[in-house]
Nanobody
Framework: QVQLVESGGGLVQAGDSLRLSCTAS????????MGWFRQAPGKARDFVAA????????YYSDSVKGRFSISRDNAKNTVYLQMNSLKPEDTAVYYC?????????????????WGQGTQVTVSS
């Protein structure tokens, strides 16, 4: 079992930056691919970014590419999502997820463990 806890959300203005953190416990995070997803009110939970357990390959949705950056610190069992140039449409609950799978890490179905989420609100 892996427990995930997100932090770092908040209320910011358009153009601001935020860094989300997700700390894992229960298992060594280095064996897991880690992902960030987000869910706006009334919408599906969508893929945002992912980072593999090996070689640190990263993946991004088109809507955040060039503005968001995912990274991991295995020594701290923590994955980060650096969000720059935030837009009102980035407003959502952001969820951290973990998987041992090595394929389809951009899909929600690939992930076995989820955090409770952290709210990000971007005002215009």
């Amino acid at each position: 079992q892996v427990q995930l806890v997100e932090s770092g959300g908040g209320l910011v203005q358009a153009g601001d930056s935020l860094r989300l953190s997700c700390t894992a416990s229960g298992r060594t995070m280095s064996y897991y691919a880690m992902g960030w997803f987000r869910q706006a009110p009334g919408k599906a939970r969508d893929f945002v970014a992912a980072i593999r357990s090996s070689f640190d390959s990263t993946y991004y949705s088109d809507s955040v590419k060039g503005r968001f950056s995912i990274s991991r610190d295995n020594a701290k069992n923590t994955v980060y999502l650096q969000m720059n140039s935030l837009k009102p449409e980035d407003t959502a609950v952001y969820y951290c997820a973990a998987t041992r799978k090595i394929v389809q890490v951009t899909t929600r179905a690939a992930y076995d463990y989820w955090g409770q989420g952290t709210q990000v609100t971007v005002s215009s």
